[in-house]
């Protein structure tokens, strides 16, 4: 079996994520790795305890083969669940969706039991290659994910460019200058740059409707900070389906609902507000905690305080449903928060009831929402709320996980 080790990188990093995606074996952020290894040697790579062993003694090989056949029957036993629906013990259904890296993953969401993709990141139609993708040739993608996934429900995140995510055809075709961010986290990124240059996102708009044709879709914007953002790319959207409907295409009698992510303290502590101009929310645990906290989640250096379970983290994902609950508007999670077992009672206790994971966790996850009971979860959010201490949060987090 294959497996990838790194010295740099975190563990909810880009690269991280599609990995886990794809069920590769990984651990990143292996300080000292290459100094150790040597060229033809054999190594251990544990993934789930975030362990790199090389060399191993006979004895070592045989424990890890073992892991490997431990973990191929939890896979089976977990496989079991595809059909059953996620519902709590005390009869409170929650969805299950999935997050799309690469096309290639549409299988592995089929057979995962997740009920459609709550997070299509588009990024993947616009690296690694020369051009930019046309209208017709992102719609063809589009239409394909919306198909694969037979009248569940698709949600696309138009282009997140920036950050860690370096996209070379934006540069070369034209479509944006050369990125001269020193830091592009913190610069055009996300919403801010796709209205600035508008012709990129009415082309993946225009793509977007047309694949709506196909089955329920869903439009989300990254990176958003404030209600301007949303009022400008609304109307830019309504302006895209009036330019098509005059071309003859078809579309939905009713527009696919517009949402966006809250993924920065500033969407979060605005949520009132922007539950007026959007029709739904979703909460990129992954960059919330990254800005919430001033630390990298693709950097080995910030490992120790990068923690999507910080208190500050905790209450603005809480503020952020109790904002969507009272404007009526759904809100799920879809970073790594949501996609380890251990957090969902917690976040089944401040309010969540919808969830988009890497495809490999669905069945984990939908384990631990069928053996929840949700008074139980209410009483244990109140006493993690009450936490200041990010250490005591992961303790009780951990002592509760092992009692269930």
Not at 23 to 39: F, K, Q, S, Y
Not at 93 to 116: K, M, T, Y
Not at 177 to 185: G, K, M, Q, V
């Amino acid at each position: 079996m294959a497996g990838v080790a790194t010295e740099e990188g975190g563990a909810d990093g880009h690269t991280a994520i599609m990995l886990r995606a794809l069920g590769i074996p990984t651990v990143l952020g292996a300080m000292g790795l290459t100094a150790h290894m040597r060229a033809g040697g054999l190594a251990v790579i544990d993934g789930s305890a975030g362990l790199v062993i090389l060399d191993p003694t006979p004895a070592t090989v045989i424990q890890a083969r073992r892991g490997v056949l431990a973990f191929a029957r939890r896979r089976q036993r977990w496989g079991r669940l595809r059909r059953l629906p996620a519902v709590t013990l005390c009869g409170t259904p929650v969805e299950l969706q999935a997050n799309l890296e690469i096309p290639a993953e549409l299988p592995l969401i089929a057979q995962s039991g997740a009920h459609g993709v709550g997070l299509l990141r588009s990024e993947f139609l616009f690296m690694n290659r020369d051009e930019l993708p046309d209208e017709d040739a992102q719609a063809e993608i589009y239409t394909t994910a919306v198909e694969a996934m037979a009248g569940d429900p698709v949600t696309i995140r138009v282009l997140d460019w920036g950050g860690e995510k370096e996209i070379e055809a934006l540069s070369s075709a034209g479509a944006v200058p050369d990125a001269a961010d020193s830091n592009p986290a913190l610069g055009m990124r996300g919403i801010r740059m796709l209205l600035r240059y508008p012709a990129l996102l009415e082309t993946q708009l225009a793509a977007i409707l047309r694949s709506a044709t196909a089955g329920p879709v869903r439009v989300m914007l990254p990176m958003v900070t404030n209600v301007a953002e949303v009022l400008q790319a609304r109307a830019i959207y309504h302006r895209v389906a009036d330019r098509l409907r005059s071309r003859g295409m078809k579309l939905p009698e009713v527009l696919p609902p517009l949402g966006v992510m809250i993924e920065v303290p500033a969407a979060a502590l605005c949520a009132d507000a922007l539950a007026r101009v959007a029709d739904f929310f979703a909460i990129g645990s992954n960059d919330l905690t990254m800005y919430t906290l001033a630390a990298d989640r693709a950097e080995s250096s910030a490992t120790d305080i990068y923690n999507s379970l910080h208190p500050a983290v905790l209450r603005l994902v809480r503020m952020t449903v109790i904002e969507a609950n009272r404007a009526g508007i759904s809100v799920s999670v879809c970073g790594e928060m949501a996609a380890h077992a251990r957090n969902i009672p917690l976040l089944l206790g401040l309010g969540l009831r919808s969830f988009s994971i890497v495809a490999t966790a669905v069945p984990r996850v939908k384990q631990a929402v069928r053996t929840a009971n949700i008074a139980e979860c209410d009483a244990f959010a109140t006493e993690i709320m009450a936490q200041s201490d990010p250490d005591a949060v992961t303790r009780l987090i951990t002592a509760h996980h092992a009692r269930l």
